[in-house]
């Protein structure tokens, strides 16, 4: 799996969009790009993964640039309960391992 | 109920003794994993099974060993507990098909001290 990069940490105010950035610049072209966030020593939780194309749950939204060197997870408006680390993983598709790094951690300030 | 299960929840054991933690899932999914995780750092993968007779070594396999009873249950043992794999562990599902993968579902995880 391709390494990622991604800031330690970031702050955010309750209602405003949170966007974090994650750098893969030796991605493949068959690998997805993961997102994950882990509440508090709770067990990840899966928030969305796209391939090229900009992606959008009811969670959140995830842009990849056209290059697929980067990307950035959108939460549009954040709240308290989204202070998580979220990670940002690239996994071949047919991998079925996942590599955590050390994420970010996102504070939400009210 | 939760689709992956983690028991016990948190567990207290002396070095030297043989401690099982299990996992079960209701997912229906082939692969299942285990990972363990230290205070400030990621998850590290300790075993990972594609199915009832698959079994794979992760990057931190030393010391602890894996038994897969069931699609449904996977299970992570300690043979002789010792103070450096205090952790927190977490065990995984996912599934897929033709070869790729869908997300991966985590258990609540499980508080292992040994002292």
């Known amino acids: 799996d391709a390494k990622t990069t991604q800031p330690t940490s970031m702050d955010c105010a309750e209602g405003r969009a949170a966007n974090l950035p994650c750098n893969h610049s030796?991605?493949?072209?068959?690998?997805?790009v993961y997102w994950y966030r882990q509440i508090h020593s709770q067990g990840p939780q899966y928030i969305i993964h796209?391939?090229?194309n900009n992606e959008t749950n009811e969670m959140a939204s995830l842009i990849i640039t056209e290059d697929r060197k980067s990307s950035t997870l959108i939460l549009p408006h954040a709240t308290l309960r989204d202070t998580a680390v979220y990670y940002c993983?690239?996994?071949?598709?047919?991998?079925?391992?996942?590599?955590f790094g050390k994420g970010t951690l996102l504070t939400v300030n009210p | 109920d939760a689709d992956v299960t983690q028991t016990p929840r948190n567990r207290i054991t002396k070095t030297g003794k043989r401690i099982m933690l299990e996992c079960s899932q209701t997912?229906?999914?082939?692969?299942m994993y285990w990972y363990r995780q230290d205070p400030g750092l990621g998850l590290r993968l300790i075993y990972y099974?594609?199915?009832?007779?698959?079994?794979n070594k992760g990057e931190i396999s030393d010391g602890y060993s894996v038994s897969r009873q069931a699609q449904a249950k996977f299970s992570l043992s300690l043979e002789s507990a010792i103070p450096n794999q205090t952790a927190l562990y977490f065990c995984?599902?996912?599934?897929?098909?033709?070869?790729?993968?869908?997300?991966?579902?985590f258990g609540q995880g499980t508080r292992l001290t040994v002292v």
């Open positions: 995984a599902t996912s599934g897929g098909q033709g070869g790729m993968n869908t997300e991966a579902f």
């Open positions: 030796t991605i493949s072209g068959n690998e997805y």
């Open positions: 796209g391939l090229k």
């Open positions: 993983i690239a996994r071949g598709g047919s991998n079925y391992k996942l590599t």
């Open positions: 997912k229906g999914h082939d692969r």
């Open positions: 099974s594609f199915d009832v007779k698959d079994i």
